[in-house]
């Protein structure tokens, strides 16, 4: 990757705009703000413990039974605000060029869902980090539906070894 700024430096830069907080609301937003709009990135760090993320995975070897893949399309749009999954199959209909062919599982777990995959504590910490950064009250869209119909879908994807793009 071509930079500007000499290797020695990268380190550095990233190490500024490294934020390691255990609680969302521990988030330094003026610091966060500022790094963003200074090098236009920032990283937040310790949410989510490695360990947790560790067992998720066993559970996930332990539990995932590709029979349970919906197909594509042809289920509601409700379905995901329930504990599904579904392969994803063709292209991506949001790129500039809509030629971005895809495979991967997406599997939606709501908040509010059977937490089926242990991850309901990792989501909770994530969504209500994007609810500071957003401005939003802590607890927004996390364990309900809100009024004008925003919910978290709390969900992961799991690519097939070889990233699941494939380009022209």
Excluded at 40 to 53: D, K, N, P, W, Y
Excluded at 123 to 152: C, S, V
Aim: charged share 25%; glycine share 6%.
């Amino acid at each position: 990757m071509e930079t500007d700024k000499p290797k020695a430096m990268i380190p550095a830069v990233f190490d500024r705009n490294l934020f390691t907080v255990a609680r969302a609301e521990d988030i330094p937003m003026e610091d966060f703000v500022d790094a963003m709009q200074r090098t236009t990135f920032a990283c937040i760090r310790g949410l989510v413990s490695q360990q947790s993320m560790y067992q998720a995975h066993e559970r996930i070897v332990e539990r995932f039974d590709r029979r349970l893949d919906a197909p594509t399309r042809g289920h509601s749009a409700e379905a995901v605000r329930s504990n599904f999954q579904k392969l994803l199959v063709g292209g991506e209909s949001c790129s500039a060029s809509n030629d971005d062919a895809r495979l991967f599982r997406a599997f939606y777990n709501p908040i509010w869902a059977e937490d089926v995959w242990g991850m309901r504590s990792a989501f909770a910490q994530l969504a209500r980090a994007r609810n500071r950064l957003a401005g939003e009250p802590l607890d927004f869209a996390i364990d309900k539906i809100e009024m004008n119909g925003l919910w978290t879908a709390a969900r992961f994807h799991q690519y097939p070894r070889g990233g699941g793009f494939f380009r022209r």
